[in-house]
């Protein structure tokens, strides 16, 4: 079968191949790639800059944002055939700690977890795909390829859990929410936000495109400004942008109480403007609190799901700006300005 497989830590060591059929090691589960959505991580991946192979092996079968249809059930998985399923990414470290031990993978305390397409666990861009039948996430078949946007979903479910839950330390009522970053996690992020009843916000540089019209078309205000010359104080910010200038001014600019949450991933960039003291006493004069969050738990794919089953199918389908053919995979990692989610399709829905 044909798969997109990369050398780790080699630059432009990927490529389209022949490789044997599924290992039934990979779970008793047989599906049929739908359509893989691509990330970051996997153009990182593919630039030689992360990513590691399974054991024993050279190379590493890309792709974390998986969609497919079920071939063959298996005995234990309750699925059934034609079943469309979106397959967990991390695996809980063997050790294990005790976050993965009460199954939350996602706060991994030792980092010896293993990812699908990413750490030592072949990926989901392959004609074919094993997986164990509990980390087999079935989904509404009325989403059809929009069941690829199910990854990223549960990226923010599981950043909403955290902000709530932060929140309700104290009384709290927050009104609104500031995303920044109009990508597919920000936007996405948005959406959840206003399923949560929230008047949101969305911040990004883009003027013109999609973007503006997809924030627009949710009910939320779009917001080409600095995050300092925002006109309000949110109640939580869910900074999706990695960038330092928009994190620092993130922490600046919180209302007394907010939460600020950290989704994005960035390196480097200019020195902040105001010192780390200015910007920690600004936090404790108004509780503030800044998290991170990476990664979901089983939780957050059930409510990421059900968060997308109840979305507007439209709107959703805006979302996903390109479709690939596997042969096209180099086109389907290089990002042109418009893209918002670019997905490879290896067969018809
Ligand atoms: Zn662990």
Redesign the pocket.
Known sequence: MKAITVEPKKPESARLEDIDEPDFRNGSVLVEAVAVGICGTDAEIASGKYGWPPPGKTRLVLGHESLGRVLEPGPTSGLKQGDLVVGIVRR??P???P??AVGE?DM???G??TERGIKQIDGYMSERWRIEPEYAIKIDRTLGLLGVLLEPTTVVAKAWEHILAVGRRAFWEPETVLVTGAGPIGLLGALLGKQLGLEVHVLDRAETGSKPELVRDLGATYHTCSVADLGFAPDIILECTGVGSVIAESISKIGPNGVVCLAGIGSRGALPKMATADTASAAVLKNNVVIGSVNANKRHWYKAAEALARADRSWLSRLITRRERPENFKQALARAPEDIKVIIQFSEI
Request: hydrophobic share 15%; charged share 15%.
């Open positions: 809980p470290d050790v294990p700690c976050n993965c993978w991994c305390r030792n010896q977890y």
